[in-house]
Structures are given as structure tokens and as C-alpha cells.
């Protein structure tokens, strides 16, 4: 499980670091992709993302659709691993998406870590505080 928020310099050859307690659970590789439909950039377990791809083929879509979706999620994903230094390389069309230049915030969601730019975790912060009490609500919490 991942939790926590926490505030790294991206390099200039776009590396990103992880918290030390990320990259344990992170160690054998991570798929990075764009956030599902929000401006952030998902990193994924290998063993997660499968998980995710698997849930995906059982969905009852239809041909055109199945498609569509695939390559929207898979299309945009990318692999890969630490370096020596505990960093990870963040391509460059993920960079732009997320809107991530010289310093990223790392959230722990759960399942999977998100990666967002200053300015689009303040604005999601905002949204999320205005809007938990009536998810948890409608969650019966």
C-alpha cells in the first residue's frame, strides 16, 4: 500500500526519485501511465498493472470500443525501472500531459503512486477536500 505525499526535484534529463519506502514494494519494475482522467502521471506495480489490464479484457466492450480503450490506456503506458540512485526516468509525453517541469509531487494512493505537478495537486487537494464528505457519505461511512 501506498501512502503519503511528498515533494522531489526532477533532474534535468527528466529522473525522478521515489521515497525509499516506495521503491521496496517498486523494486522489480513500474509502469508508468497517464492518470485515468486526471492530469497526473499513475505508476503501477508490475503486478498491479496486470491486475489492471486483466480487469480491462473481461469488460463486455464491444470490438471498436475494446480497441479504443486499450490503446488510450495501454498506448500512453511506458516501463520502467530504478537506476543506482533510486530514480526513475519520466518520458517526455507523460511529462507534458502531467504538466510536470522541475519539481513533482508524489502521492501514495493505495494501489499505485500518482505523480503530479505542483500546480495540479493543489487544484485536485481543493476538489478532493470539497467533494470527500459527500463520496464518504454516499460510501455509507
Keep these: ?64 470500443n475494446l480497441r479504443r480503450l486499450t490503446r488510450a490506456i495501454h498506448g500512453s503506458a511506458f516501463s520502467a525501472s530504478f537506476d543506482g540512485q533510486g530514480r526513475i526516468k519520466l518520458p517526455d509525453t507523460l511529462r507534458v500531459y502531467a504538466g510536470i517541469s522541475d519539481t513533482a509531487i508524489v502521492v501514495g494512493a493505495n494501489a499505485r503512486v500518482e505523480l503530479w505537478s505542483q500546480q495540479g ?8 477536500e470539497e467533494q470527500a464528505s459527500q463520496i464518504i457519505e454516499t460510501l455509507g461511512a
Design 121 to 128: 495537486w493543489k487544484a485536485e487537494q481543493t476538489v478532493a
Design 1 to 64: 500500500m501506498f501512502i503519503g505525499e511528498y515533494q522531489y526535484k526532477v533532474d534535468e534529463k527528466g529522473r525522478l526519485p521515489l521515497p525509499p519506502k516506495f521503491r521496496r514494494e517498486l523494486k522489480e519494475g513500474v509502469v508508468l501511465a497517464k492518470g485515468m482522467g486526471e492530469k497526473c502521471i499513475a505508476v503501477y506495480t508490475i503486478r498491479e498493472w496486470r491486475r489492471v489490464s486483466d480487469k480491462l479484457a473481461e469488460k463486455a466492450l464491444t470490438g471498436a
